[in-house]
């Protein structure tokens, strides 16, 4: 049996026991090929920060589990480089989510999650993740983008594809990448006809300017793990968010308290359960064990994050822990680009909820609520409240 069995149904449950039990587990990844799976805070957090442990798919062993099978246009992305192509492009992009730059952010962000609550009118009930933790973080990244308004709805169906597939429907994956291709192809031509005031138009411009400095296919790659990472992590933050929230009522009752509870609950709630899969480049020992070169290694956040050797009574969702450390958005140099307007997005989306709906509640029982069925993100698929 393999150690890892019921991960997707229970993953809290099996993260404590295989933690307790060793350090480092061999496990069939989410394709069933091997992996090496990573479960205590110290290790993993040591792991995230490796220069030995690579993120390109030249170091993976035949065999193993690799991750998303991507076309080229889309494989050139951040998850899957190390220094110094990394460097450079996250230089690049960087400057776009600076905590500065982030800030100037605050207001437009506000109006949307005010447009949101505005349709959703002064009472009645609504699944939350569809009506407003969804079309947030999708609004705001497109807006920073320059994706125009109809070509929005899609997104959401395509990252549940990848990232949450239905086992009903085995080609929704290839179907989803063969639209996100022909959507980023059109949507850069678009941009570089009619160059506007975003993101996007900037990225053209770089590549235009000097190809040195951005491939064509790491300009369609970046685009794509932009509007990809921008929305899936930040749905997820929010909704499990809210989620703490209303099963812990009355616990934050001052604004001021936001930015310290997010932290806390993601750690407690995390958007990820696993970073991205890593291939050492020689034979690395994690936790006292020996995993060989090119083998597959996951390393898991939220395990982590739950770790009691970090965090006293860690299954506890406590809004007064100093919850600083946490690696729901992961650690050294891959650390999650888009972390402070992720923070930013969930903190005003709480504020607007605790302000203009005080009388939210869960309308549901918490126990029956149900997740993504995915091995590596951790989100609801849908948030039934009243208010």
Not at 21 to 34: F, W
Not at 44 to 54: D, K, Q, T, Y
Not at 78 to 96: K, S
Not at 311 to 334: K, N, Q, T
Request: net charge negative.
């Amino acid at each position: 049996m393999d150690p890892a069995e019921g991960l997707i149904d229970h993953p809290y449950a099996v993260y404590d026991r295989l933690r307790d039990t060793a350090p480092v587990h061999r496990i069939a990844g989410p394709d069933g090929n091997p992996a090496w799976l990573v479960t205590r805070y110290d290790d993993v957090r040591e792991a995230l920060a490796n220069p030995r442990l690579s993120l390109h798919k030249r170091h993976a062993l035949p065999g193993s589990y690799q991750g998303f099978a991507l076309p080229p246009a889309l494989d050139a992305n951040l998850l899957n480089m190390d220094p110094p192509d990394h460097t450079r492009i996250r230089r690049l992009v960087g400057r776009a989510f600076t905590p500065r730059r982030v800030e100037q952010l605050r207001v437009p962000v506000r109006e949307t999650a005010d447009r949101l609550l505005d349709a959703l009118g002064p009472h009645g009930r609504t699944d939350l993740i569809a009506s407003y933790a969804a079309p947030l973080p999708i609004a705001v990244i497109c807006d920073l983008l320059g994706v125009p308004d109809e070509h929005r709805r899609d997104f959401r169906a395509w990252t549940d594809a990848l990232v949450a597939p239905d086992p009903a429907r085995p080609g929704a994956a290839k179907e989803a990448i063969v639209a996100m291709l022909g959507f980023f192809t059109g949507l850069l031509t678009a941009k570089r006809e009619k160059p506007a005031d975003d993101l996007l138009s900037d990225l053209i411009a770089i590549r235009d300017e000097d190809d040195d400095r951005l491939t064509e296919d790491e300009l369609m790659s970046l685009a794509f793990l932009i509007l990809f990472a921008g929305y899936e992590n930040t749905v997820q933050l929010i909704g499990n968010a809210v989620l703490g929230l209303l099963t812990h009522p009355g616990r934050l009752t001052d604004p001021a308290q936001l930015p310290a509870a997010i932290e806390e609950f993601a750690r407690f709630e995390g958007p990820a359960l696993l970073a991205i899969r890593r291939f050492p480049v020689e034979d690395v020992t994690i936790g006292g064990v020996v995993v060989p070169a090119g083998e597959t290694v996951l390393l898991s956040l939220s395990a982590a994050n739950r770790d009691p050797r970090r965090f006293p009574d860690p299954e506890r969702l406590d809004l007064d822990r100093d919850a600083s450390g946490h690696l729901a958005l992961g650690h050294g140099i891959h650390y999650c680009l888009g972390g402070p307007l992720a923070r930013l997005e969930t903190e005003i989306a709480l504020a607007a909820l605790l302000e203009r709906l005080p009388d939210l509640a869960l309308d549901a029982d918490p126990a029956e609520l149900r997740w993504r069925p995915s091995l590596r993100a951790r989100g609801l698929l849908a948030l039934p409240v009243t208010y």
